[in-house]
């Protein structure tokens, strides 16, 4: 496996930091709000009422009944607490997805570029991860012709993001049937859709593969408190899944980590039964960041910029600088050039190829204003 390149370049610039470099870091997707006081309390009351046995295996059952709720408030879908796993983050509900539903040789089909983790989990589950491949001319989406273009008799896995992580790019209602219309025409191939980045919308709003009543049986949804709640290192996730499927996923996490923190369970229902609008000024908030992002990028000559509707990260094409020498350092790669960012402007970013893109990086802007300034303007002054 290679090791998880968003938290490798988190670690370099945390060991640059460390030894007194002013070290902007754009790497990680991690929210730089706080938790909300609402959240905080549930936990501290969590604490002082004793809550400290061993929880359920798949989630305390005020919890899924909480993600029931947040699901048929937020997505009109309806779960059972059979069909509900929670996780140690959504990196785990999607471990164990792969784990459970992948017999060697199976193929998972990943829209390129994708979430960082997919590809190397596939490969742990002894999967064959088959990437289809998009460019920021189509803002990275697939069409339906790519995809049924992809499916063998060894696929099981469609597995993608949308808001998707790294590019952005939201997948309306009308691209989803699209692509479920190729589904339905091949019934033994999954989808999971990750959706962590629900709330992080700018665009026309959410919608789910699981949510077209076709899909529903053959659709495991990903979602967590990470991102929308700012609760990162909480680590709570959860799936809504076929029966069958959950139950496989318990099985597994029982052998493995056991149920997710029992404190940060019981924070996360109050997280979820919370209304959407108590979290909303962190998406203006992004929103902001977003617009100055892509503003400032867009003074750089030679970098190409997409248009994201969700998540917090721009995915520039900067492929036009392969093959230039800047500050006596030749640039071939994505690598090499988010490389040169991190050693002559002193800002960390990741490059695409671990996203399966290698002409792009990625930027992430959960930072604070001040921070996107300063990183923009010192690649501004190192790029022209
Ligand atoms: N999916 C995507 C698309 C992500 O960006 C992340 C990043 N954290 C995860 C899953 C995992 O989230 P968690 O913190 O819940 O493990
Ligand atoms: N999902 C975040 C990111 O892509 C966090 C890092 C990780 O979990 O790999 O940056």
């Known amino acids: 496996m290679a ?5 490798a370049m988190a670690a370099k610039a945390r060991e640059l930091k460390n030894e007194g470099k002013d070290i902007i870091g754009l790497s990680l997707g991690e929210p730089d709000f706080n938790i909300p006081d609402f959240i905080k309390e549930a936990a501290i009351k969590a604490v002082n009422d004793n809550v400290h046995a061993y929880p359920p295996v ?18 009109n879908l309806t779960y059972e607490p059979t069909q509900i796993v929670v996780s140690t983050g959504a990196k785990q509900s999607l471990a164990n997805i792969v784990m459970v539903m992948l017999n060697q ?12 983790s997919y590809s190397d989990l596939v490969k742990l589950a002894e999967g064959v991860p088959v990437e289809i491949p998009t460019t920021i001319d189509t803002n990275f ?5 790519q995809l049924e273009a992809a499916i063998t008799p060894k696929t099981k896995l469609v597995m993608y993001s949308s808001p998707c992580n790294p590019s952005g790019s939201v997948y309306s209602k009308a691209e989803l049937r699209a692509l479920a219309d190729v589904l339905q025409k091949y019934p033994n191939i999954y989808v999971v859709s990750d959706e962590i980045y629900e709330h992080i919308n700018f665009g026309e709003g959410h919608f789910s593969m699981a949510q077209f009543e076709d899909m529903y049986d053959r ?24 029966a069958w499927i959950a139950r496989a996923c318990n099985k597994m996490q029982g052998q493995i980590t056991s149920g997710a923190n029992a404190i940060a369970q019981m924070a996360t229902i109050a997280a979820l039964e919370a209304s959407v609008s108590s979290i909303q000024y962190m998406v203006d908030a992004f929103k902001e ?29 900067v492929s036009s600088f392969f093959g230039k020498t800047i500050k006596g350092k030749k640039i071939n790669t994505a690598e090499d050039f988010s ?27 959960a930072a604070s204003e001040g921070e996107i300034r300063e990183a923009l303007k010192r690649i501004k002054k190192l790029l022209t």
């Open 339 to 365: 490389l040169l960012l991190l050693e002559e402007a002193l800002v960390a970013t990741v490059s695409g190829e671990s996203f399966g893109d290698p002409n792009c990086i990625r930027i992430s802007y």
């Open 289 to 317: 960041r977003r617009k100055l992002v892509l503003d400032l990028l867009s003074e750089i000559p030679g970098l190409k910029n997409n248009a994201p509707e969700g998540a917090f990260y721009v995915f520039p094409d």
């Open 3 to 7: 090791t998880s390149a968003t938290l």
């Open 105 to 116: 040789g199976d193929e998972v089909i990943l829209p390129a570029p994708y979430w960082v």
């Open 219 to 242: 659709t495991i949804v990903v979602n967590g408190v990470s991102k929308a709640f700012a609760m990162t290192g909480w680590r709570i996730g959860y799936m809504g899944a076929p």
């Open 141 to 145: 989406k697939i069409t339906p012709q």
């Open 58 to 75: 798949d989630g305390y059952a005020e919890l899924k009944k909480a993600i029931i709720t947040k699901f048929k408030r937020d997505n």
